[in-house]
C-alpha cells in the first residue's frame, strides 16, 4: 500500500488548508485511515481517525471543531479540511492506514496500530 499525501502550504492564522492523501495498491475501503502530524522539535500526535465506512470519525481535543476528516472510497482518497488554523497547527501531517479488520464504525487512535504511513505535506501557519 502506498500513501501519497499532499496539499500543504503556507497559511496565514485564521485561514485554510484541505489535505489530501491518495492510496494505491491495497483495498482503501477496507482500512480505518487516520491523520497524524509533527510539529518540529515535538513526538508525532494523533490528529483525527475515520471508519472504512466513514461512518465513524475521531479528532484530537486540539483540532476538535476545526478539522474535518473525509474519506472517498470509490477515489481512494482521504481529505483532512482544516479551517480556523492556528500557529500552533504548524507541522508535518502523515496520512496513516490500517488494515486489521474493524467494526463499520470504528476507529483508531494508536499511532503503533496504524500498517501504511505517507511521506508527510508540511502546513505552515503563520501569525
Known amino acids: 500500500v502506498q500513501l501519497q499525501a499532499s496539499g500543504g502550504g503556507l497559511v496565514q492564522a485564521g485561514g485554510s488548508l484541505r489535505l489530501s492523501c491518495a492510496a494505491s495498491g491495497g483495498t482503501f475501503s477496507s482500512y480505518v485511515m487516520g491523520w497524524f502530524r509533527q510539529a518540529p522539535g515535538k513526538e508525532r500526535e494523533f490528529v483525527a481517525s475515520?471508519?472504512?465506512?466513514?461512518?465513524?470519525?475521531y479528532y484530537a481535543d486540539s483540532v476538535k471543531g476545526r478539522f474535518t476528516i473525509s474519506r472517498d472510497n470509490a477515489k481512494n482518497t482521504l481529505s483532512l479540511r482544516m479551517n480556523s488554523l492556528k500557529p500552533e497547527d504548524t507541522a508535518v501531517y502523515y496520512c496513516a492506514a490500517e488494515e486489521e479488520y474493524h467494526l463499520p464504525e470504528t476507529v483508531v487512535l494508536q499511532e503503533t496500530a496504524y500498517d501504511y504511513w505517507g511521506q508527510g505535506t508540511l502546513v505552515t501557519v503563520s501569525s
Open positions: 475515520i471508519s472504512w465506512s466513514g461512518g465513524g470519525t
